[in-house]
C-alpha cells in the first residue's frame, strides 16, 4: 500500500497531478480542495494517498489528498455501498470537509442530494450509515474535560441508548436550563 508520495509536482489540473518521485511519475486523482494546496508546478509536494486496484479488472489508480482530514472523509465515503474512489472525489470537490460533515451530522439530505453524484437514495444512505461515525456538527456543544458533569451527563445518557449527538443536545439543553450547579443526576433528570 503506497500511504503518500513526496516528490516534484510536474504537471497539475483541477483533478489530476503527476508526481516525480526519484525518476518514477506517479498519476494521481485528487479533489479539487486539495489542487488549491498544490504548490506550483516544479514545487516539492507530498500527498496522502489511496492505492485502489479494481478487483473486475485489475486496473489501478492513486487518490491523493493534501490533508488528513480530507483522506479520512474520503475513506468514510468509499465505505459505503454505491461509492466508489471516483464518486469519493467528486463529492471532496463539491464541497468542503466541513460542509459535508455539517450536513451529514444535521440529516440534510436536500443539500447532499445538491453535490455531483449524490442523489436522493445515496444522501439518505449518507447520512444513516455516517452520521454516528461522523459526530456533531463543528461548533456543537461537546462535553469538555473541564466540565465532568456535563460530560458524565452525557455518558449517562449514553449508556441509556442516546446516540453521542443527541445526548449532547440533551444535555445542553438541561445545563442552559438549571445553571452552573445542577449535579449530573438533576442533569440527566432535566434531558430525559
Known sequence: MIAFLKGTLTDS???????DCHGVGYSVYIP????????AVGGEVKLLTYHHVNAQDGTQQL?????TEERDMFLLLISISGIGPKLGCNILSSTSVTGLRNAISAGDTKTLSSLRGIGKKTAERLVLELKDKIGAPAGAFTAAPSNPRL???V???ESLG???ADAQRAVQAAATK??????VEELVRAAL
Do not use: Q
Open 155 to 157: 455518558l449517562a445518557l
Open 151 to 153: 460530560a458524565d451527563a
Open 178 to 183: 438549571l445553571g452552573d450547579g445542577a449535579s
Open 32 to 39: 479539487v480542495s486539495s489542487f488549491a494546496k498544490l504548490p
Open 63 to 67: 487518490f491523493g489528498f493534501a490533508t
Open 13 to 19: 489540473t483541477p483533478t489530476h497531478v503527476i508526481i
Open 162 to 164: 442516546f446516540k453521542t
